[in-house]
């Protein structure tokens, strides 16, 4: 069973441009949500996708972004990079209805650096 | 606005030296509370969930418990290996999204 993997490991950016990053689900996961955690903090929620369609957001801006696609995959896109995303970003999969967050398995992260 | 806290934010203890690290939640209603390890560098690792008060679960040296308003992890007789930060997280019943807490940062000295 493969577990949860998250690409790249680690991303500098500078302030203005744009990232995409990438999640891979444990097999048979059809939830995913995406976290943002900086240094010395819990993770905050960005958002969650149930069946390719966002399903519940955090307090986070539109250029925080996503999509899921039919093999359950993930990405997280941000526009318009500012210093303050400089976080740990992880993404975590599960098994279950829209809203669910029962034992979700999470990703090792990407690590963004914005310059 | 749902709010997560856990103390102490820091926890240093010698092996075998049993410890409660404590969650409090404020929540309209509560549908589930979660509760991670986190290793340095790593993304969390499940360890329990509870749902109603009263609930409990046991795993190896580690023993959630939870109540109405705030839920515990005991760790009893820890070894070096368990020093990790544990993370708490609250889901609400009116709400599509998870809340955690700052979580505590536990050191166990050999």
């Known amino acids: 069973e493969t577990g949860v993997t998250q690409s790249p490991t680690h991303l500098i950016k500078t302030r203005g441009q744009q990232v995409t990053l990438r999640c891979s689900s444990q097999?048979?996961?059809?939830?995913v949500s995406w976290y943002q955690q900086a240094l010395g903090q819990g993770p905050q929620f960005i958002f969650q996708?149930?069946?390719?369609?966002?399903?519940g957001r955090g307090n986070f801006p539109p250029r925080f972004s996503g999509l899921q696609f039919p093999n359950y995959s993930s990405e997280l896109n941000v526009n318009a990079l500012e210093l303050d995303d400089s976080a740990l970003y992880l993404c975590?999969?599960?098994?279950?209805?829209?809203?669910?967050?029962?034992?979700?398995?999470f990703g090792p992260g990407t690590r963004l650096t914005v310059l | 606005e749902d709010q997560v806290t856990q103390s102490p934010e820091a926890l240093r203890l010698q092996e075998g030296e049993s410890s409660s690290l404590n969650c409090s939640y404020t929540?309209?209603?509560?549908?589930?509370l979660f509760w991670y390890r986190q290793d340095p560098g790593k993304g969390p690792e499940f360890l329990f969930t509870?749902?109603?008060a009263g609930e409990e679960k046991e795993k190896e040296r580690l023993k959630a418990t939870l109540t109405k308003k705030e839920s515990f992890l005991h760790i009893t007789a820890p070894k070096p290996e368990d020093s990790a930060t544990y993370l708490c997280?609250?889901?609400?019943?009116?709400?599509?999204?998870?809340?955690f807490g700052e979580g505590t940062q536990l050191t166990v000295n050999p």
């Open positions: 997280a609250v889901w609400e019943t009116s709400g599509s999204r998870l809340t």
């Open positions: 097999s048979g996961h059809n939830t």
């Open positions: 509870l749902y109603s």
């Open positions: 929540v309209s209603g509560l549908r589930g």
């Open positions: 975590a999969s599960s098994i279950g209805l829209a809203g669910s967050y029962n034992e979700q398995f």
């Open positions: 996708y149930y069946r390719e369609e966002e399903n």
